[in-house]
């Protein structure tokens, strides 16, 4: 391996004193090829083993805490003990070649689908209507009660349970890109009068606390619990640089070992506000103050562009998306100097089809993601 490149390799150690054997993260991807139960199937188990064999992190998909959160087709479920079998067979998968093993645990709230949960019912902090995924029509979310958010915290505990279970080294809980969480946070989503909306940091704190305490439970010290989150809404009025920064300064205080910021772009900017102009990712490291480890994601596709993220001491874990779905191989290349060879670009003609799974090659087809692409659509 060239030299220059060392510094991508370089262990990290969590609060927790665990070791990652590199910078590398899976990305928490929607590969929509669980079962329709939202039990792991086989195409999935051979897909997350490819792209968990080089990290030193693996995440699996966003996995719904209930029936009722769950936001897309072939979406992994970790709401039921009947998901224990499947979640066992990944669990050994994604840790067959050295990754930490974590699952993302996640409800859909108002993004969830009314056509996959349990009669076409949706909830969310306040009632909305919107278009979410792969739907043509908007659809309607009521407002949950407060019986029902006491519920669903419960739920990302049990879910937590169930990850220690099924063995694997942790847990990632999903507070971004406009999921429940993130939709208690932001004063787009969260309207409410009650406790919930006069302090709509309450819900993602009480269930963090409903982690962790379902950790000291069921888990010992070396099981890691991550956070994710967004930044920055475009909606009005959404969520700011300065709600980020409150959010961060509470999550650090927790017993977290890492916080992962979901960007599409490692570099981006601050929209408006107090911050506007700054990249988000260097106040969200100064926010952090050297507490944890931060985990920046964010188009990503060349060895290069990995490589100034990290030198720019502004992230501690690159977390691979797109790219590692175009060349599971990436970090194998970068190795065994072969990162010429490395495939940065969608080939729809491609023999192999990148290896991924079927439903996850025809989104790609089809343009639902943004790639760099050989037919330039």
Known sequence: MDEKFESLFEKVTLPNKVELRNRFVLAPLTHVSSNDDGTISDVEINYVEQRSKDVGLAISAASNVTD???????????????????????????????????????????????????????????????????????????????????????????????????????????????YLIQQFVSPYYNRRDDEWGENRLKFPMKVVDEVVHTIKAHADENFIVGYRFSPEEAETPGITMEITEELVKNLIEKPLDYLHVSLMDVNAKTREGRYQGEERIKLLHQWIDGR??????????????????????????????????????????????????????????????????????????????????????
């Open 68 to 178: 009722l959160g769950k936001a897309f087709p072939g979406q992994p479920s970790v709401a039921h003990d009947s998901d224990l079998d499947g979640l066992k067979r990944l669990a050994k998968a994604m840790k067959k070649n050295g990754a930490k093993a974590i699952v993302q645990i996640h409800h859909g709230g108002a993004q969830s689908l009314p056509y996959l949960t349990p009669n076409g019912d949706v909830a969310a902090p306040s009632p909305i209507t919107l278009q979410s995924f792969d739907e043509k029509e908007e659809h309607h979310a009521r407002e949950m009660t407060h019986e029902e958010i006491e519920q669903t915290i419960t739920a990302f505990g049990e879910a937590t349970r169930r990850v220690i279970e099924a063995g694997f080294d942790g847990v990632e809980i999903h507070g971004a890109n406009h």
């Open 292 to 377: 944890m480890p931060l985990v920046g994601i964010g188009s990503i596709f060349t060895v290069e562009q990995a490589l100034e993220a990290v030198e720019s001491k502004n992230v501690e874990l690159l977390a691979l998306g797109r790219e590692i779905l175009l060349d599971h191989n990436f970090i194998n290349k970068i190795q065994n100097d072969k990162e010429n060879d490395i495939i940065s670009v969608f080939d729809p003609n491609r023999e192999n089809k990148h290896d991924l799974p079927p439903k996850l090659w025809e989104q790609f087809n089809a343009g639902f993601y943004p790639l760099p692409r050989t037919d330039g659509k």
